[in-house]
């Protein structure tokens, strides 16, 4: 549309944007203040506001007085532009960035404790190899395997392993971080 | 020096010249340092007293309110104040106290989570947790307060911590990263603004209380007058604009003008100031402003698109933007007639659905009609608090905001018992002028105890309760919506010797002079008398009992399908 001349516009032409529900997931990587509450101020704004976080993960970042908070979400049910707004006005907020999927590493820990018998234990010990995981602990009757990657890469893991019987599982949520050099 | 002497050497950096408070334990260091800091502190009868008054003192003067609290129960009562200041984006600073640090967390002797209670209530807060913070930490949270959207800022003081011995030095730069209020609007947004003007034939301005905030009140008017177009505003704006206008189509919304409403509905464009399309505003989403395209222009971008989304989102202060705006739309040379058959519409509209009422027979008093008296008497110059109710409503309908911050009432939360207190903070703020309190039977009892700090500072508010003896609201939506099953409306404050509280005596009580009005054609002179007379004043005027706002947008329906 043209923006720079003085000629009369139409109404007509002009369409509205935002409150968009993109449809696909995103993952919001978010630079917060570290200090005391921040992350129950970002828990409290989405339970607040509705929006339904899948998964969220805080860790510290090379600068001590930042951290970051990971967090995706479903872009078909949630509208993306609130939530980064809202997220916008916490003051302790520096920095959002909506990844772009193909543009982003993200990766997800997880922990499988699967029982075993002296059988089953090396068919396990092989399907944890072949997903380049590692096995962490080994008991008589069960055994932790510690797998990485993308979430399907886990997802596949965890169907592979429940009929030998999953006791536990864990997963950290996802991390990511953009590709190249530009910062995230 | 002691930190408490800090606190106030801050607020007097700050311009503070009054605050409202209540002692208790947990703020004793503060209350010492208040004994000889030389600041107007007002002790009110309750701390939610304190917390509207200093939203009636920041919305009256545009400066931040300061309201103080102890720890516990002190906080807990000041969470109401706390989100109102929230919904209708008032700047005030709330200073709580707290058990001293090493009680924290072990449910000691009034405590309570207060930053956890008022986290989702808080433009931001801050709770101390190092004495050599709080010069610092106070001058931020006037600086989040006040600019911006404005808003309310919590500050948790730890009693141990404010006897602590800092050294103080005056704080002159805020630095917060993460907090960079966007304020001059994108140029080519405002030029595509402009041209959309210029283009429609039945464009709206429709404006908020955030043009009152941002004191954008003047080029409002310069740019509305430049373009020639109708102009309503929210319940939040009155006063923006000046109501006896030509311009001037009355309030839109749920108790909004017939004019206004219709306009709105059948607008091609409109123009969005310092508003938020609230569901008292907009009725059936859907199906509001249905024609038209929207320019919205706010400080608070995600405001923008929240309800309804935007064609042309303008983000930034408005008091930067209008002008801009007017300049650029001048420069179109726009042909002004293109508009004349939309005036005639409009035109229309207002002569045939005026503001109107039955007149009272026999004497009786119409709620209106007091409203009527009220801006008769005054002239208009008067500040109006109001409660929340019929009588706000009315108060909006009839009385004729001239400038902004003469109408201080709440919208957003909707609070009862709001309008006494602010009252008082806007006395304290705007010594001056004439302050009249519009309430109603029921939300004069939410706050009356400050009729005890109205004497003691002889603070000269006069009060005129629309006294029809019923929570008249919630009865209208009973006789309304919910098939005349009127479930614990009647607050039997209406009659003769069996009605309580006798509201003249309960003045008197407190040495305050009360006044009962019960016929309808000396009103006029009897308020005049009650206003002219020295000090405060306590007016219980019985009205009409089921008289109903009207017109009326029914919950959920669509603006063109007004009632009444």
Known sequence: MMVDTNELLSLDDLHAAGSVRSGRKHVLSVLVENKPGVLTRVSGLFTRRGFNIDTLSVGPTDDERISRITLTLDGASQPIDQVTKQLHKLINVLKIKDLQPAETVARELALFKVSCDPQTRSEIRELAEVFRGKIVDIGKKSIIAEITGERSKIEAFEKLVRPYGLVEMIRTGEVAISRGREET | ?564
């Open chain 2, 1 to 564: 020096m002691r930190a408490v002497d800090a606190i106030m050497e801050c607020l007097k950096a700050e311009g503070v010249d009054v605050v409202f408070g209540y002692p208790g334990g947990a703020n004793l260091p503060t209350y010492d340092a208040f004994y000889d800091a030389g600041i107007h502190h007002v002790l009110v009868r309750h701390e939610a007293g304190a917390g509207h008054a200093a939203e009636g003192y920041a919305k009256a003067t545009g400066k931040v309110g300061v309201a103080f609290g102890t720890s516990g129960p002190g906080a807990t009562n000041l969470v109401t104040p706390i989100m109102d200041a929230m919904m209708d984006s008032v700047p005030v600073v709330f200073f709580t106290g707290q058990v001293r640090t090493e009680l924290l967390g072990t449910d000691g002797f009034q405590e309570a989570d207060t930053i956890g209670i008022t986290m989702p209530a808080v433009k931001h807060s801050f709770l101390i947790t190092d004495p050599r913070d709080i010069p610092r930490t106070i001058h931020e949270a006037f600086h989040i307060a006040g600019t911006g959207r404005p808003g309310p800022v919590v500050v948790d003081l730890p009693m141990d911590l404010t006897k602590a011995d800092i050294a103080y030095e005056p704080v002159t730069d805020v630095n917060l990263p993460g907090y960079q209020p966007r304020t001059t609007g994108n140029a080519k947004q405002i030029r595509q603004a402009a041209r959309a003007i210029a283009a429609a034939r039945r464009p709206v301005f429709y404006t908020g209380g955030g043009v009152v905030s941002a004191n954008a009140s003047e080029a409002l008017r310069e740019l509305v007058r430049e373009t020639g177009a109708p102009i309503t505003s929210t319940l939040m704006g009155l006063g923006a604009f000046p109501a006896p206008d030509p311009q001037w189509i009355g309030m839109l919304g749920m108790h909004g003008t017939r004019a206004a409403n219709y306009a709105v509905d059948e607008a091609d464009l409109l123009i969005a100031v310092g508003c938020r399309f609230d569901d008292r505003v907009t009725g059936k989403l859907s199906e509001f402003a249905p024609r038209a395209k929207y320019i919205h222009i706010d400080v608070d971008p995600a405001e923008i698109s929240k309800n309804i989304p935007a064609h042309i989102p303008i983000v930034g202060d408005a008091k930067q933007i209008l002008p801009k705006l007017a300049h650029e739309y001048r420069e179109l040379d726009a042909d002004q007639s293109r508009m004349d058959a939309w005036w005639q519409r409009i035109h229309t509209w207002q002569e045939r659905h005026p503001l109107t009422y039955e007149p009272g027979e026999n004497g009786e008093i119409k709620p209106q009609q007091v409203i009527q008296a009220i801006y008769e008497v005054t002239g208009g110059e008067a500040i109006i608090s109001s409660d929340v109710g019929q009588h706000q409503m009315w108060a909006a309908q009839y009385y004729h905001y001239p400038e902004p911050r003469r109408w201080i009432n709440s919208g957003g939360l909707g609070t009862m018992g709001f309008g006494l207190p602010a009252a008082i903070g806007a006395q304290m703020g705007v010594p001056d002028r004439l302050n009249v309190v519009v309430t109603g039977d029921g939300s004069i009892q939410m706050n009356i105890q400050e009729l005890a700090t109205i004497r003691q500072e002889n603070i000269p508010v006069k009060v005129v309760i629309l006294n029809n003896g019923y929570l008249g609201m919630v009865r209208q939506w009973q006789e309304l919506f919910w098939q005349e099953r009127y479930s614990q409306v009647d607050m039997h404050t209406f009659g003769g010797e069996e009605a309580f509280p006798d509201f003249v005596k309960l003045a008197d009580a407190y040495g305050i002079r009360g006044i009962r009005l019960t016929e309808s054609s000396s009103l006029e002179d009897d308020l005049r008398a009650a206003f002219e007379a020295e000090g405060p004043a306590f007016i219980d005027v019985r009205v009409t009992r089921d008289e109903k706002v009207y017109p009326m947008i029914a919950p959920g329906e669509a603006a063109r399908n007004m009632v009444g």
